[in-house]
């Protein structure tokens, strides 16, 4: 597995308020049911061959991608696996049975940007980022726990970054931030 060099995102002002419906998506495994029934998360792509793709937009609910990366899929079981890491973070945000969107937009988009990231999508009670790791993880940690501090009920966590445990570097990053 690879890491590219970080990648500068844009800004917000080309993120189409509805999907293309052109632009190619893909459905991966999220998670599994307690029934084990699959919950797919259907994802913007670029393909880069059969099977083999680039992530468009960081993840609403799906772990482990953001922007950037590029990976392959099993077409039967959806299930994903990286091949190279594009030198992003994917940031999850969370306010369930908040209506929390107009302030995400004045309050974190500005902070996001300044940090040369981008709000990657948006679903009734999430938000979804992707920030450049060249930010820096004290600068966007200090950022998101700032805005949750002030928006009771909101929570944040990276998508990319921990092990389950919450606390353990993934690979590729400990490997980008010269941790191993």
């Given at each position: 597995?690879?890491?590219?060099?970080?990648?500068?995102?844009?800004?917000?002002?080309?993120?189409?308020?509805?999907?293309?419906?052109?632009?190619?998506?893909?459905?991966?495994?999220?998670?599994?049911?307690?029934?084990?029934?699959?919950?797919?998360?259907e994802?913007?792509?670029?393909?880069?061959?059969?099977?083999?793709?680039?992530?468009?937009?960081?993840?609403?609910?799906?772990?482990?991608?953001?922007?950037?990366?590029?990976f392959?899929?099993?077409?039967?079981?959806?299930?994903?696996?990286?091949?190279?890491h594009?030198?992003?973070?994917?940031?999850?945000?969370?306010?369930?049975?908040?209506?929390?969107?107009?302030?995400?937009?004045?309050?974190?988009?500005?902070?996001?940007?300044?940090?040369?990231?981008?709000?990657?999508?948006?679903?009734?009670?999430?938000?979804?980022?992707?920030?450049?790791?060249?930010?820096?993880?004290?600068?966007?940690?200090?950022?998101?726990?700032?805005?949750?501090?002030?928006?009771?009920?909101?929570?944040?966590?990276?998508?990319?970054?921990?092990?389950?445990?919450?606390?353990?570097?993934l690979?590729?990053?400990?490997?980008?931030?010269?941790?191993?």
């Amino acid at each position: 597995m690879r890491l590219r060099g970080p990648q500068r995102m844009g800004d917000n002002d080309d993120m189409p308020s509805t999907p293309d419906p052109n632009q190619p998506t893909v459905r991966l495994l999220a998670a599994l049911k307690e029934s084990g029934q699959p919950v797919l998360e259907e994802v913007p792509v670029e393909v880069l061959g059969p099977n083999q793709y680039r992530l468009l937009a960081s993840p609403g609910i799906l772990d482990g991608l953001a922007s950037g990366d590029t990976f392959t899929v099993d077409p039967a079981s959806h299930v994903y696996r990286v091949e190279e890491h594009g030198g992003n973070l994917c940031v999850q945000v969370w306010y369930p049975g908040l209506d929390l969107a107009g302030r995400v937009d004045a309050e974190l988009v500005p902070g996001v940007a300044r940090l040369g990231g981008t709000l990657d999508g948006r679903e009734q009670e999430l938000s979804s980022f992707t920030i450049p790791l060249s930010a820096g993880m004290p600068a966007i940690e200090a950022l998101f726990d700032a805005w949750v501090d002030r928006a009771d009920g909101a929570t944040w966590s990276f998508g990319n970054a921990y092990e389950d445990d919450g606390n353990t570097l993934l690979p590729w990053l400990a490997e980008a931030l010269g941790a191993t």
